[in-house]
């Protein structure tokens, strides 16, 4: 699947069920924006109707909202060699250091989602 900047294709990394990841479709510099995020705020029956894989996985509380992330920031990885941080404030993934064309996009096996 093609996201423009960034695509999702079987991962080397394989966190989730599906195996799949994000790769880079172009390269990158560190600060920038590599996804920006489209979350979805969840009603309580919402949140409800999803699978316990997609509530444990894909569904996050923040300050009391829960919010749904779908494709493609669902699928970024994790790793103890990161390459994007969740940058809370700016509602995106963000470059921690220059990424180039192909290389799977992960953020760190200590990212706290939930707050």
């Known amino acids: 699947m093609d996201f423009g900047d960034v695509c999702i294709k079987k991962s080397t990394i394989g966190q989730f069920d599906d195996g ?18 489209n979350l979805k705020i969840l009603s309580g029956e919402e949140y409800a109707k999803f699978s316990q894989y997609e509530q444990n996985n894909f569904c996050h509380n923040r300050e ?18 990161p390459n ?8 995106a993934n963000v470059a921690l250091r220059v990424i180039k ?15």
């Not at 799949?20 to 995020?37: C, H, M, P, Q």
């Not at 009391?64 to 493609?72: A, F, K, L, N, T």
């Not at 994007?84 to 509602?91: E, G, P, Q, W």
């Open 84 to 91: 994007v941080i969740s940058d809370i404030a700016k509602s």
């Open 20 to 37: 799949l990841g994000v790769f880079a479709n172009r390269d990158f510099r560190k600060g920038e924006i590599v996804i920006r995020w």
């Open 101 to 115: 064309k192909g290389e799977e996009l992960s953020i760190s096996d200590a990212t706290k989602e939930d707050f």
């Open 64 to 81: 009391g909202i829960m919010y749904y992330y779908p494709d493609p920031e669902r699928h970024v990885n994790r790793s103890r060699n």
